[in-house]
């Protein structure tokens, strides 16, 4: 068999620029690049084979390891998954820094391949330079901390145990059920030795995602369930952009009268003025939505894997006859809520229940004036949050008003974390399928400006905004600077409030009087941050970095800053100054947290009371 002696590292990338993917019949490069940092642990490997190697392989410099994994995280969600870029670190912190973003994409079903540097497999250097050494197991290092997190680890010892390891990492970023974080770990030397790779293995070669059929079985199960019930309702996930199944699901809720909500990767399925567009579904749900689910006999879950925000930790819904339909191509997330379930694509489960139904002529029992009734009711109360007017400051939905009615139905915004998750998915009208990129399955503080890059890379021709606090601002902002560095201009919409003021509503909501989550100087004499506001200058802090920026305190000010910024060609930051306690709140929702059962404050243990009252009111599995 020919050959061809490469190092290990240059095996690997000559084997990721000749990876592809086929859905529907369309081919997508599935690598698109290398996003790194390079550190003694894979400078004179991986980055020695980059800059000799193959040019078709972009390289990304990060500033910031977890960055650039949000970044490479969201590139491939806004591409539905087609795409994506690998990450190499050095050992060490280096690769530690990783960990939080891979579980990111591992709990948000998205792929990314991880390759941080490890240890001398030799050995002969050790203790090197950031090595961990653990006494009673000599074998564990940094990059064991991934396991837990990856859908798939390795650890490549020999340079010709790359290939099962490669192959396999394809199998697994491939699969729509099992991808998510793959990492290959590369010990420092095993980067650099050479082996006599056959050509075969570097061949083109083309991943087959295959749209899995519903199963006739399975669908005269989810049939007959449907045909039974009088009020059902849809919750869509994610799953629907997957499957490019937004059209199919209108259709399907149409011609059945059935109302859709959504989840928060789901958002953005169905436009929002589509008469049965309920809205959000959940703890930071809508009104509509809500009141629907408590009385609905039949949820059928399209692409979703119902987590506790979708379902309000259990308590959404309170039929007594209430009974579940999971469609997903992973049977643990269609099982869940006990429900009946099939195994199978969105789009295919639709068209197939969709033909079912008809020839049984089936169509729910809601009068159209009862759900035109709810829609109209929370459409009049969003109008009046996007036009609350405060005696001094902005409130934070009125702010979120004046962006929505000002950005183009195209234009993509990012957002992850705090309070504006909640008042967005209630809220934001989204037009257009894939203009709403919420990371909600880990709810990750730092991945809105990474995200708004990795997006905007991935949609180089739409306006991309981060939406985010100033508490996930100081935690992570630095690939803005890739961001100028690479000319993918986003506008950064940062809303300064204060400190982590999400959790300190929480915390408040609970019988709290609020405790370490504003951003105050300590008091004189005390061991409290209970003093005056900090104050920052995030738009100095912007400019300083090389970006635009603005500074708005009103109204008229954001207007003509968000003018401003869309006629720059780099990225800008609009500083945005909200009061704190704006965001929404309610709506006959309730999210389960663990509330104290003993408390000095007679209000805590009055929270704990009403906690366990509505856990007797929840689904119990």
């Not at 953005?268 to 689910?293: E, M, Q, R």
């Amino acid at each position: 068999m020919e050959s061809i002696r490469l190092t290990m590292a240059q095996a690997l990338l000559r084997f990721l620029d000749n990876q592809y993917i086929e859905f529907d019949g369309v081919e997508h490069k599935f690598v698109k690049g290398i996003m790194g940092i390079f550190g003694h642990g894979n400078v004179t490997g991986i980055g020695e084979a980059l800059e000799y190697g193959p040019e078709e392989l972009l390289f990304i410099q990060g500033k910031n390891e977890q960055g650039m994994v949000h970044a490479a995280t969201a590139y491939a969600k806004q591409k539905n998954r087609l795409e994506i870029f690998a990450c190499t670190t050095s050992i060490g912190p280096g690769a530690l820094n990783m960990v939080t973003a891979a579980a990111t994409a591992t709990v948000n079903r998205i792929p990314v391949l991880l390759l941080p540097g490890d240890n001398f497999a030799c050995r002969q250097p050790d203790p090197v330079l950031q090595q961990i050494e653990n006494t009673s197991d000599y074998t564990i290092s940094a990059t064991d901390a991934f396991k837990p997190v990856s859908k798939y680890w390795d650890r490549i010892v020999r340079p010709e145990q790359l290939m099962t390891a490669a192959i396999n990492a394809m199998r697994v970023l491939t699969d729509p059920v099992e991808t998510g974080a793959v990492t290959l770990a590369l010990p420092q030397d095993v980067q650099s030795e050479a082996f006599d790779y056959p050509i075969q293995f570097f061949q083109k070669r083309v991943h087959h995602i295959d749209r899995r059929p519903a199963v006739k079985s399975a669908s005269e199960r989810a049939l007959q369930l449907i045909l039974r019930k009088k009020k059902p309702l849809i919750i869509a996930g994610g799953g629907v952009h997957y499957s490019f199944a937004t059209e199919e699901l209108v259709k399907f809720a149409e011609a059945f009268q059935i109302p859709v909500s959504e989840t928060q990767a789901g958002k953005s399925s169905i436009p929002w003025d589509h008469p049965l567009n309920v809205g959000a579904i959940g703890v930071t749900g809508s009104l509509a939505a809500n009141k629907l689910a408590k009385e609905a006999d039949l949820i059928i879950a399209v692409g979703t894997r119902l987590g506790d925000f979708a379902t309000g930790s259990k308590i959404a819904f309170q039929n007594s006859e209430i009974e579940f339909l999971g469609i997903n191509t992973s049977t643990f997330d269609a099982m869940k809520l006990d429900s009946t379930f099939i195994v199978a694509d969105a789009k295919e489960a639709l068209n197939t229940l969709h033909e079912g139904l008809v020839s049984n002529e089936y169509s729910s029992l809601y009068q159209q004036s009862e759900i035109q009734l709810l829609k109209a009711e929370w459409d009049q109360e969003v109008d009046r949050l996007y036009s609350v007017e405060m005696k001094e400051g902005l409130s934070q939905t009125r702010v979120i008003g004046e962006i929505n009615h000002f950005i183009n139905d195209e234009d993509i915004i990012v957002c992850a974390a705090g309070s504006l998750p909640g008042d967005l998915h209630r809220l934001w009208r989204s037009k257009n399928p894939k203009t709403y990129h919420m990371e909600y399955g880990f709810s990750c503080m730092g991945y809105e400006v990474s995200g708004a890059f990795g997006a905007k890379m991935a949609e180089p021709n739409r306006e991309v905004y981060a939406f985010v606090g100033d508490g996930s601002y100081l935690m992570l902002h630095s690939e803005l600077v890739t961001s100028l560095q690479e000319d993918y201009k986003i506008t950064v919409l940062l809303f300064d409030n204060h400190g982590f003021q999400c959790i300190h509503n929480l915390q408040r909501g609970h019988g709290s009087e609020g405790f370490g989550n504003e951003f105050k100087y300590r008091s004189n004499g005390t061991n409290r941050l209970a003093g005056e506001y900090m104050s920052f200058n995030f738009a100095s802090h912007a400019r300083s970095l090389g970006a635009n920026a603005y500074t708005v305190t009103s109204i008229d000010e954001l207007r003509e800053a968000l003018e401003k910024a869309k006629q720059e060609t780099t990225s800008t930051l609009i500083e945005i100054k909200v009061l704190p306690g704006t965001n929404t709140d309610g709506y006959e929702s309730w999210w389960r947290v663990g509330v104290s059962e003993v408390s000095n404050s007679s209000k805590v243990v009055k929270a704990h009371q009403e906690m366990k009252t509505n856990i007797q009111l929840t689904k119990p599995y």
